[in-house]
């Protein structure tokens, strides 16, 4: 990809001398995949909660032993058990009729969540005891997994729904995305140019190992600088064809912003797409280790469960 100077003067050139035709709105396909952002309000949610629970537990001096955390224990423990049903509807024959599955898998992520919350708010934030913190070390591994694996989850299935993306179908929204952007941005052919160059290095299946791994993390990255240089480039061509076709301010905007927008999300299919492969294999992976933790968690709970009421 050339840099943002040259991209940029080349395009305004471009779009100096060529006619200047009204265009099109761009319309975004609502097929295409989207790269997942809730997973940063979900982190920030929980920080927020952690922190408010602590400053809660030294205004009001909540230690483990009193009757107030022991409840908020109950209650936590009591979600933890219910994120069992998800997994049991997925396989017993008789709960699949039990309601959508995009309904089980919200309570499933809430009580996965909400269900550690109540039991670190619980603790007072201390540990007195070894099979408590073993217990607590069990719960934070399997929650901190469970946030891992939605991240991924997000990255291969639509939405919460639980139906799962192919290859193909992703392969298909990228091509689809590349003919919307050429007929949408033929007046801006330095954009198109850059996106398509974009797409061909993301999708390139070559080069080894190491090569393929730095392609896999560094994408994001490089789709955010190349959205940031044709969002330049579309501001250049856009105020050149504005001022040559009388365009007011509200029309400039309004096909800056769609433009922009059909740009972002033929970055992010691209994205989506190239990452697919490698989001599934981690998914299984993820599947083989966070079965043993979840069952570390049972036995450590239940332990400590005893011995909190045995002594």
Same mark, same amino acid.
């Given at each position: 990809m050339r840099s943002g100077s040259s991209l940029s003067g080349q395009g305004a050139?471009?779009?100096?001398?060529?006619?200047?035709p009204r265009p099109s709105v761009p319309k975004v396909s609502n097929d295409q995949p989207r790269r997942p952002t809730a997973i940063r309000?979900?982190?920030?949610?929980?920080?927020?909660?952690?922190?408010v629970g602590w400053l809660a537990s030294r205004a009001f001096g909540l230690t483990a032993s009193s009757p107030l955390a022991y409840w908020l224990g109950v209650a936590g #423990?009591?979600?933890?058990?219910?994120?069992?049903?998800?997994? *049991?509807?997925? %396989?017993?024959? =008789?709960?699949?009729?039990w309601g959508a599955a995009k309904h089980w898998f919200v309570v499933h992520m809430v009580c996965g969540i909400g269900g550690p919350l109540l039991v670190i708010v619980h603790t007072g934030y201390s540990v007195g005891s070894v099979n408590a913190a073993i217990a607590l070390s069990s719960m934070l591994l399997v929650a901190g997994s469970g946030v891992i694996g939605r991240f991924i989850y997000l990255h291969i299935h639509r939405g919460l729904s639980g139906a799962h993306w192919t290859l193909a179908e992703l392969q298909a929204a990228v091509g689809f995305s590349s003919g919307e952007v050429h007929s949408k941005l033929a007046f801006a052919p330095r954009v198109e140019q850059?996106?398509?160059?974009?797409?061909?290095?993301?999708?390139?299946?070559?080069? #080894?190992a190491w090569r393929r791994a730095w392609r896999?993390?560094? *994408?994001?990255? %490089?789709?955010? =600088?190349?959205q940031r240089r044709c969002r330049q480039e579309l501001d250049i061509v856009l105020k050149a064809k504005a001022a040559a076709l009388k365009w007011?301010?509200?029309d400039l905007e309004r096909r800056r912003r769609k433009s922009a927008k059909l740009v972002e999300r033929f970055l992010e299919a691209v994205v989506t797409a190239a990452q697919f492969s490698t989001y599934e294999r981690l998914f299984s992976l993820w599947h083989v280790l966070h079965v043993p933790l979840v069952w570390m968690l049972v036995v450590s709970a239940v332990a400590h469960v005893v011995a909190v009421h045995a002594y």
């Open positions: 050139r471009a779009g100096a001398a060529v006619a200047l309000w979900l982190v920030l949610g929980i920080a927020v909660v952690i922190g #423990g009591v979600a933890m058990l219910v994120t069992f049903l998800y997994p *049991l509807r997925k %396989r017993i024959p =008789l709960m699949r009729h850059a996106l398509r160059q974009f797409r061909d290095v993301a999708l390139d299946p070559g080069g #080894g896999f993390v560094s *994408l994001p990255a %490089r789709a955010q =600088l190349a007011d301010r509200a």
